[in-house]
């Protein structure tokens, strides 16, 4: 069962760690200008810095309630501004944001778990 959940905290990490280091092309900074980011420039590679970190935390289990709010702090504005399904007047394009908003919202309820109980066993926080 302790490799379940060191799989379980791998898996979680895995689309912060790769997606981090993203936030910081050209390309990701102007979306993230168009969808009305603020300071964009400065924002979105400093939520690329926050996902990157809160990812590897949880998947080393380094500190794994840091990296979960570390992830929630990301989440909830990220989820908020760049999925907003509710402004769409395309209807496909209104789905797969409703999509993204929800898949959003369950890896913002895997943080906050991981916020409350911590990494678990195999982990750097339970090391013995």
């Not at 799989?7 to 990701?28: D, E, S």
């Not at 200008?33 to 590897?56: E, N, R, Y």
């Not at 504005?77 to 959003?104: C, R």
């Amino acid at each position: 069962m302790d490799y379940l959940v060191l799989l379980g905290r791998i898996l979680f990490a895995l689309i912060f760690v790769m997606a981090g280091p993203g936030h910081f092309t050209a390309n990701t900074i102007a979306y993230g200008a168009s969808k009305g980011v603020p300071l964009a420039s400065i924002a979105v590679p400093l939520s690329g810095i926050i996902a990157f970190a809160g990812g590897l935390s949880i998947a080393l289990g380094y500190r794994a309630r840091w990296g979960g709010w570390l992830i929630v702090l990301f989440l909830v504005p990220v989820t908020v501004m760049m999925h907003d399904f509710w402004a769409m007047t395309d209807p496909n394009m209104a789905q797969m944001q409703q999509i993204m908003f929800l898949k959003n919202l369950s890896m913002l309820g895997a943080a906050l778990l991981i916020a409350h109980f911590g990494s678990g066993p195999l982990s750097l926080d339970n090391r013995k």
